[in-house]
């Protein structure tokens, strides 16, 4: 090392000021631990350098999750939304999903200066390009890889306890559209070309995968009388539990829908040819469920047209986003497909459409804390990991940034399982499933989906994010009153019970409800269909001695009172799970000592190590029949 570097010592480093970078480090700092979080470039801090919006189905559910804990995604899209709207509204209550359009430079602006206030956090402008690690052996000549720290580009040590790789789509990454290739990382930053290297010595193995973003258009050559618009929520409904709708609504900005055509389709098929993703130039793996348009329409040859969303980058830019036409083809087959879109026949592109390119880990070399198996203190969070999507990003940051100060503290690792939050499900799912692809969060990929809610992930989580010291007791004392006064409010209606007298018939006749026969309480009529908590109101007579409550608290009593039944069936499904996830799996197991195990099953989990029975139930390859071999060697051993 040259002698005249810096150096410098820290708790915990942080690699890549991504979202899954700025949630590590806010949540390391706020634990007390003394964090540098280093940025290839400041303009990169929280970029979102593809969709300008946070949330969306499942995705909503992670933000909220994440604000529960005490994370600060929610909280930042809350101050620059420039349009908010709840999804699938017309469905269950499990699926409704809160997205908002962000305006970018704001919300990149506004997480920065989060960041630079926060106490026992760094932020600084540098390319790290090694990882410092030591070996430690032990008296059997077992020996394992500790990390100790990080150098960067410019020769400057930055010791640390643990490190955290939060890389996102910069490692060795590449842009391409047609045969033109930028040796870049995202938005034209510059690229991460050291790391990777640094990291294969350390034995971790990488690999490569593509994502893209479609072309950016100038607002004021498109026709949007041509489009359907796009209007936000009348009402707003904030991402952060710590906000009223009061204190963040605005003016919103609307979007636009317009559609292909088969003319566009055309023009694609003629030029497939030309498209590096079909040509095998591009060599990383896509992600299946944001395909680009080139994939859609190869893929999908009977739809004669694909929906696209025009969306504004923010409230002072005339850049327009395109969603649903993610491509890789050459400049003038994007403006060739584009301007047969009805609105955007004599448009012009700001900035091109490109995929991109760049190393990533398999997660599955991860414990579930998000720590490397085989290098000690090295944690890794975001598209690293071989996710895709800010909010998985951001959900895996903040987990990565708990868990790294934990093991500072001394204190056990905290992992959400899949019945507690769609956290859970997401890093369970990564490292255990070996996921071939980009991964993207989904509502189908929650077996309990009807308890994990968007609407109640604080009931869920905020208990976990006060015991770490993320949530202070201000914000947990109003967390618990709010949670008194639900449940105290539900055990009421439960044993209020009214009878069919004239009022109470009368009322049933009016909203067309099948009349009494005998007494029943307040929250069997509220479980009909047609009736519900404010509408009760009117045969209520207690109500007025309960005192006002917030929507927020009615929503909570009428999904608890009318989904009851199916979500004492869940609970029930939930403690069968428990109980396989509690049957622990030895840590020096040795496979090959488990007779009847099939070859597959062997390999697979040796290779993955699982921690429990659960886990190991979930690993691909992995049969029922396995399981019950594996049950009955842990047993007869236990």
Same mark, same amino acid.
């Given at each position: ?13 942080? /690699? ?358 085989? &290098? ?127 009022? /109470? ?125 594996? &049950? ?7």
């Amino acid at each position: 090392m040259n002698v005249n570097s810096v150096v410098e010592e820290y708790d915990v480093v942080v /690699v890549g000021a991504g979202h899954a970078g700025c949630e590590a480090a806010l949540a390391s700092a706020r634990m007390g631990m003394n964090t540098i979080l280093f940025t290839i470039s400041m303009d990169s801090v929280a970029m979102m350098p593809c969709n300008p919006n946070i949330g969306g189905s499942s995705k909503g559910h992670l933000v909220r999750e994440l604000d529960a804990l005490g994370g600060e995604m929610g909280k930042n899209i809350d101050k620059t939304y420039i349009q908010s709207k709840m999804l699938n509204v017309s469905k269950g209550p499990a699926v409704h999903s809160l997205r908002a359009q962000a305006d970018k430079v704001e919300y990149t602006k506004q997480m920065r200066l989060t960041l630079q206030n926060q106490e026992n956090l760094t932020l600084r402008q540098a390319e790290v390009s090694e990882l410092l690690y030591e070996v430690d052996i032990n008296e059997e000549d077992d020996f394992k890889k500790v990390i100790s720290g990080v150098r960067t580009f410019s020769g400057a040590v930055y010791y640390a306890k643990a490190v955290i790789l939060c890389t996102g789509t910069y490692l060795k990454a590449r842009c391409i559209y047609g045969d033109v290739v930028n040796y870049t990382g995202p938005n034209g930053l510059m690229a991460a070309n050291h790391l990777s290297d640094s990291m294969k010595e350390a034995g971790i193995f990488i690999r490569r995968f593509k994502t893209g973003t479609p072309a950016r258009l100038d607002k004021k050559t498109i026709d949007f009388s041509k489009m359907v618009e796009q209007k936000g929520d009348e009402h707003i409904v904030p991402f952060s539990f710590t906000n009223k709708e009061e204190d963040i609504k605005r003016e919103q900005i609307s979007c636009w829908l317009t559609y292909t055509n088969e003319e566009t389709h055309e023009i694609i098929k003629e030029n497939i040819d030309r498209s590096p993703l079909f040509s095998g130039f591009i060599e990383g793996t896509g992600p299946r469920y944001c395909p680009s348009i080139e994939d859609k329409v190869m893929k999908f040859p009977d739809k004669n047209k694909h929906q696209l969303f025009i969306e504004p980058e923010g409230e002072f830019t005339n850049e327009m986003y395109m969603g649903g036409m993610s491509s890789s083809l050459p400049e003038d087959v994007q403006y060739a497909m584009i301007r047969t879109v009805a609105g955007l026949e004599n448009v012009k592109i700001i900035r091109n459409a490109y995929a991109i390119e760049y190393d990533c880990i398999n997660a599955v070399n991860l414990k579930a804390n998000l720590e490397f198996k085989e &290098l000690d203190g090295l944690f890794a969070a975001g598209q690293i990991n071989g996710s895709s999507g800010y909010e998985e990003a951001a959900a895996q940051g903040i987990m990565a940034g708990i868990n790294a100060a934990r093991k500072l503290q001394g204190k056990d690792p905290v992992i959400l399982d899949r019945s507690q939050g769609y956290i859970g499900v997401l890093i369970d799912d990564l490292v255990t499933k070996e996921t071939q692809e980009p991964y993207r969060m989904m509502t189908s990929r929650a077996e309990y989906r009807l308890l994990l809610r968007q609407d109640n992930a604080d009931l869920r989580l905020t208990d976990i994010g006060h015991e770490i010291g993320l949530i202070d007791d201000e914000r947990y004392a109003a967390f618990c009153d709010k949670r008194d006064k639900i449940n105290n409010e539900i055990k009421r209606l439960n044993e209020i019970m009214v009878g069919g007298n004239k009022k /109470v018939q009368t009322f049933l006749e009016k909203y067309e409800s099948t009349p009494l026969k005998t007494a029943v309480s307040l929250a069997e009529l509220i479980r009909r269909p047609e009736l519900d908590y404010e509408k009760i109101a009117e045969i209520d007579e207690g109500r007025a001695d309960v005192g006002e409550l917030t929507p927020e608290i009615i929503e909570q009593i009428n999904i608890d009172i009318k989904y009851e039944g199916y979500i004492i069936r869940q609970k029930q499904q939930v403690e069968q799970f428990k109980k396989m996830e509690k049957k622990l799996i030895p840590e020096d197991i040795n496979y090959d000592d488990v007779s009847n195990l099939r070859k597959e099953a062997r390999q697979k989990l040796a290779a993955i190590r699982p921690a429990s029975i659960g886990q190991a139930s979930r690993i691909s390859g992995v049969s029922p029949a396995d399981i019950s071999v594996l &049950l009955i060697y842990i047993t007869a051993k236990g």
